[in-house]
C-alpha cells in the first residue's frame, strides 16, 4: 500500500522558516517525480514545487520561487520542502504526491503551515 | 500559463441520475508524446483529493466505473452514470502538460 505522510507543519511567524517532510512508502520512490501541491483555507488546489527522481530537476511556482526549495533523500524515501521568508498568503494545507504513472497519483494527508503573528 | 475552467461551479444531483462535469484548457493539452495531460480528481469534504482519472480517460485502480473521462484538445468532460452519497465533494480538473501544472477552480457536487 502506497503511503505519503507529512509532518513538519506548524504555526509560524512572518518571515519565518519551516521544513517540511514526506516520508513515502509502498512504491519505488527513486523512480518518480514528487511534488508539493498547496490548499488555503476554502481555497482550491495549486501547484507548489516538483522535483525529479533523481533530484536533478526541480521547478516552483512562480509565488515561491526563491522562497522555497524541494529536495529529496532516495536513500531515506523522503521529500522535503524548505520554506522561507513565509508570508500570511503561504498559510494552507500543503500535500506531498507522485507521479505514479502520470501526476499527483498518491496524496498524502496533508500538513497545515499557519503563518501567523 | 495555462487557465482551467470548469462548469459548473456548483452540481446538485440526484441520487441515482447522471452527473457531467465540463473543464476547458486555454490551450491543447496534447504533449508531443501523444498523450493529453489532463486528470481529474474528487476531494471529500475533510479529505485529501484522490485521483480519479488520468489521461483525459484512464480510471484508477479501485475507481467506480460509474465515473468516466472523454475529451480531447482543450475541452474535456467527466461523467458520472449514477450518482452514489459518496460522491459528494468537490472534482478539480488538472492538467500537466505544460509548465507549471495548474488545476481548475473546482465543481462542488451535492446531493439534491
Known amino acids: 500500500e502506497v503511503q505519503l505522510v507529512e509532518s513538519g507543519g506548524g504555526l509560524v511567524q512572518p518571515g519565518g522558516s519551516l521544513r517540511l517532510s514526506c516520508a513515502a512508502s509502498?512504491?519505488?520512490?527513486?523512480?518518480?517525480?514528487m511534488n508539493w501541491v498547496r490548499q488555503g483555507p476554502g481555497k482550491g488546489l495549486v501547484w507548489v514545487s516538483s522535483?525529479?527522481?533523481?533530484?536533478?530537476?526541480?521547478r516552483y511556482a512562480d509565488s515561491v520561487k526563491g522562497r522555497f526549495a524541494i529536495s529529496r533523500d532516495n536513500a531515506k524515501n523522503t521529500l522535503y520542502l524548505q520554506m522561507n521568508s513565509l508570508g500570511v498568503e503561504d498559510t494552507a494545507v500543503y500535500y506531498c504526491?507522485?507521479?505514479?504513472?502520470?501526476?499527483?497519483?498518491?496524496w498524502g494527508q496533508g500538513t497545515l503551515v499557519t503563518v501567523s503573528s | 500559463d495555462v487557465v482551467m475552467t470548469q462548469s459548473p461551479l456548483s452540481l446538485p444531483v440526484t441520487l441515482g441520475q447522471p452527473a457531467s462535469i465540463s473543464c476547458r484548457s486555454s490551450?491543447?493539452?496534447?504533449?508531443?508524446?501523444?498523450?493529453?495531460?489532463l486528470n481529474w480528481f474528487h476531494q471529500r469534504p475533510g479529505q485529501s483529493p484522490r485521483r480519479l482519472i488520468y489521461?483525459?480517460?484512464n480510471r484508477d485502480s479501485g475507481v467506480p466505473d460509474r465515473f468516466s473521462g472523454s475529451g480531447s484538445g482543450t475541452d474535456f468532460t467527466l461523467k458520472i452514470s449514477r450518482v452514489e452519497a459518496e460522491d459528494v465533494g468537490i472534482y478539480y480538473c488538472?492538467?500537466?502538460?505544460?509548465?507549471?501544472?495548474?488545476f481548475g477552480q473546482g465543481t462542488k457536487v451535492e446531493i439534491k
Open positions: 490551450q491543447s493539452l496534447l504533449h508531443s508524446d501523444g498523450y493529453s495531460y
Open positions: 489521461k483525459v480517460s
Open positions: 509502498g512504491f519505488t520512490f527513486s523512480a518518480h517525480w
Open positions: 504526491t507522485s507521479n505514479v504513472n502520470d501526476w499527483n497519483a498518491y
Open positions: 522535483i525529479r527522481s533523481d533530484g536533478g530537476d526541480t
Open positions: 488538472m492538467q500537466g502538460a505544460q509548465w507549471p501544472p495548474t
